[in-house]
Structures are given as structure tokens and as C-alpha cells.
């Protein structure tokens, strides 16, 4: 390979990291897995049984929930320091939870089984709390705005933080005017920024969702191609479908583009989603002919987490606070990688090697320059990812960096190389050789 020359900022921060001293900060990092998964039965349909019981309560359960649909559970794991710990608390989880689904089985990938009549799609049910029936509203909400077979979409939500200790040192030796909280924040939205430059790559090496069921289009035009059988339709070349204009989508949130330059304004435009009326959403109104509630308000997102993104900058939240609140009173804690599909032929949905992996490639995002996100930057950052998982299997595939075209391969490798570094201070950190393996069987 060749070898590409690494910026001074990233060199001085390796450097400083990788000081014996400091070298431990690196074991403190923080992982945490979300895993989404259908209940289905036998005869792989939708599971149309309540939530277990011997799951305990989907509204108080910290491990095991509920997401949208009363049969799309949820597995959580603690925050753990070591991957490994993570990994292994996620199989803990899931074998609970075959111990108490009875004939029932977990549905495998991220895009969902044939699914019956959207009617016949329950919605996840919280009790008759304040809490739990704003949570069944919003979902209630959800589906008006964007049909419930979107919302059985699965995925692989990963958290990282590293600790605050080594964004103190990081501060010490850069000129920033800020307090430490504000150079954390600052530091976690210049990762967002950077993740959302390179963020392809972890659609071309992990993306698992090229086919789906033909059903699931509900009848919507599209492109794809139809060779395997009357009842699957995919795209030759793509990597995942979850994650094209074809899964996640929203004429709502089209305009909506949260800018990523610092903490302020991203908090401001969701501030602003959350509070601006959608006139679509205003001619239905909150309640039905009869009263009911159908969703919680008619505004551009009904709260934040409406908001769909490939990444979130998250803070854990104090009861009854807002996720917008928290940020603003105490800054970013972690960060929330989004973007992944489930792994269909692995029990768990992601292996720890892909794990170390998405550590080193986050701590990449962290660690190297970041400058602020001019509005051309943005959109070919959105459209190089879009390219990638709908076709990016397609030899020669080019991507757009700095408006002058790349070939994909080409950037994967140095992206890999630059990467490589910070596997080797991660491994040094820690005694191992595991996240150099991670990158070389890439």
C-alpha cells in the first residue's frame, strides 16, 4: 500500500495519546450496542402476540424494550469499556430473550419480513402512564407521517464517548477559548463532521441490505430489479437499501439539514423543527373525528428523535428532559453511530471485530482535522453516500472529493491506512493486536 502522509494535527494528537503516561485514557473509551430485531413466527411473519411479559415491562426495562412496533424489540446494552464486555452482554441479552419468546424466533436482517396490511402492524403499547401514552402517540404520529412498514426497519446503533480526561489533555496543547465542556462539544460535532465525510466506507464494508421484499414498497415506484423470485427485489450493486432513499425517508425533513459546524446551531435547527408547523401535518390536526389523539403535535418533527440521521451527538438525560436540553445545559457525552446495518448471518447482528473496527474508524473521525462543512461539502457528502449503498459494489465506482472525482477503491485504501495508526495506538493501549486485525481483513 502506499503510504499517505498524515496531517500535523492528527500526528501531534497521536503523539500525545500515545505518551506512557496518557495511554491508558485510550482503555477508558466507552461502547455501548442498540440491536433492533423483529419478532416473527414460525412461518416467518409478523409476530402479532403483545410483548412478553417475561421480557419485562417495555416502558421500565433498561435491556430489553420495544422500538416502534410492539413486535420490533429492542436489546441495549450497558456503556463497558471493554468491546469485548459489550459484544458479550448483547449475546447475554439475546439468549434471554429466546428463553422467553416460546415458538417465536428473532428476524435476522435489517429490512423487514413480508409484513402483513399496514392495520395489522401493532404499535408498540406503554401502559396507561403519562409517559407511556405520549410514547404510543408519537407513535401513532409516526405512522400518519410515514407509514408503519418504515418503521420495521432494523438496525445496529453503536455508542462511543471517549473519556473526558483525554479531551482535557487534547485541550491543554490547542488554542481553544473555551472551557472544557465547550472543547469537548466542539470536538465531538468536528467528529460528526468528519463521520459524515467518510461515513460510506462503513456502508461499503458493513452495509448487509441489498434485497428486500417485494411487498414492502407497498406499491411505490422504484428502481429495482426483480431476478430472484416473484416475492424479492434488489439492486445488483447495492450495499444497503435500509439506508437509500428506498428505507428511511421524509419529505418533511428534506429541508431539514442540521448544521454540524457547532453545537448552537444544530441545537437551534432542531429547536426550530420541533416548534414550525407542516401544513400536511396541520390539516390532519392532533386528534381524530373522534377525539383521539393521532399524533403529538403538527409540527416539522413532533420531538427530536424524529429526526433521522446517520449520527446523533447524544447526552444521557435527567428525568423529563428533552435530548435538546441536556445538550444545551451540559454538552455532548457520546456520540451515536446510526448508519448500521444488521449483520444477517451473525446471532448478535455485529461481531467484536467489526466492533474494534468502528472504534478505530470514530476515533479517526475524532482525532483528524475537521474543518466546518461548506454547503457543496454537505451535498457531496450526502451524495457519495447515497452512491455507496445503492451501488457500491460497482467496479470503478467513482465518489466526489474536494469537486474533483475519486475512485471509491482508491479512497477506501488511504482511508484504511490513515486509519491504521490509531488501531496500532488502540492495541497498544490495550495489549492486544485485534484492531490492526480488524483493518487488514478489510
Known amino acids: 500500500m502506499k503510504d499517505y502522509t498524515l496531517s500535523e494535527l492528527l500526528n501531534r494528537r497521536l503523539a500525545l495519546l500515545g505518551e506512557r503516561n496518557n495511554l491508558s485514557l485510550l482503555e477508558q473509551c466507552l461502547h455501548g450496542i442498540e440491536r433492533e430485531c423483529l419478532r416473527v413466527t414460525a412461518t416467518a411473519e409478523l409476530a402479532q402476540t403483545p410483548h412478553p411479559q417475561a421480557l419485562g415491562a417495555a416502558l421500565t426495562n433498561g435491556q430489553v424494550t420495544t422500538d416502534y412496533s410492539e413486535s420490533l ?100 496543547t490547542e488554542d481553544f477559548a ?95 423543527a420541533v416548534a414550525t408547523p407542516y401544513k400536511p401535518y396541520v390539516d390532519v390536526g392532533t386528534h381524530d373525528q373522534n377525539g383521539e389523539w393521532v399524533q403529538l403535535n403538527t409540527n416539522v418533527l413532533q420531538i427530536e428523535n424524529e429526526y433521522y440521521s446517520n449520527i446523533r451527538p447524544k447526552r444521557v438525560t435527567y428525568s423529563g428532559e428533552r435530548p435538546i436540553q441536556a445538550l444545551v445545559a451540559r454538552g455532548v457525552q457520546y456520540v451515536e453511530v446510526r448508519c448500521l446495518d444488521i449483520n444477517p448471518f451473525l446471532p448478535t447482528g455485529i461481531s467484536l471485530e467489526q466492533s474494534r473496527f468502528i472504534d478505530a474508524f470514530v476515533l479517526y473521525c475524532a482525532l483528524e482535522e475537521s474543518q466546518q462543512l461548506a454547503s457543496h461539502e454537505c451535498s457531496n457528502a450526502s451524495s457519495n453516500f447515497l452512491a455507496v449503498v445503492k451501488e457500491g459494489r460497482r467496479p470503478g465506482l467513482s465518489l466526489q472529493r474536494n469537486n474533483s472525482p475519486v475512485d471509491l477503491k482508491t479512497w477506501a485504501t488511504e482511508l484504511l491506512e490513515k486509519i491504521t495508526p490509531i488501531a496500532r495506538l488502540l492495541d497498544q493501549a490495550q495489549g492486544i493486536d485485534e484492531h490492526i486485525k480488524s483493518i487488514a481483513v478489510q
Not at 192 to 212: E, K, Q, V
Not at 215 to 231: T, Y
Request: proline letters at 6%; a neutral charge; aromatic letters at 14%.
Open 178 to 272: 473555551g472551557d472544557a465542556r465547550d472543547y469537548q462539544s466542539h470536538s465531538y460535532i468536528a467528529l460528526i463532521r468528519n463521520f459524515r465525510r467518510y461515513s460510506w466506507l462503513l456502508m461499503y464494508l458493513f452495509g448487509a441490505s441489498p434485497a428486500l421484499d417485494a411487498g414492502f414498497l407497498r406499491g411505490r415506484k422504484h428502481q429495482l430489479e426483480q431476478h430472484f423470485d416473484a416475492d424479492t427485489l434488489y439492486l445488483p450493486y447495492a450495499t444497503s437499501l435500509r439506508m437509500s432513499d428506498l428505507g428511511y425517508q421524509s419529505d418533511a425533513q428534506a429541508d431539514l439539514t442540521p448544521c454540524y459546524n457547532d453545537l448552537v446551531s444544530y441545537t437551534d435547527s432542531l429547536r426550530k
Open 73 to 172: 424489540l429492542e436489546f441495549i446494552t450497558p456503556a463497558l469499556k471493554n468491546p469485548a464486555e459489550t459484544i458479550d452482554s448483547l449475546d447475554k441479552i439475546h439468549r434471554f430473550a429466546y428463553s422467553k419468546l416460546g415458538d417465536e424466533l428473532l428476524w435476522s436482517p435489517s429490512m423487514p419480513c413480508p409484513l402483513p396490511d399496514e392495520e395489522h402492524i401493532p404499535i408498540a403499547y406503554y401502559g396507561t402512564s403519562n409517559i407511556g401514552k405520549l410514547k404510543y402517540v408519537y407513535r401513532k404520529g409516526l405512522a400518519l407521517r410515514y407509514g408503519k412498514t418504515m418503521q420495521c426497519i432494523a438496525g445496529i446503533h453503536y455508542n462511543f464517548s471517549l473519556p473526558e480526561d483525554a479531551w482535557a489533555l487534547l485541550k491543554q
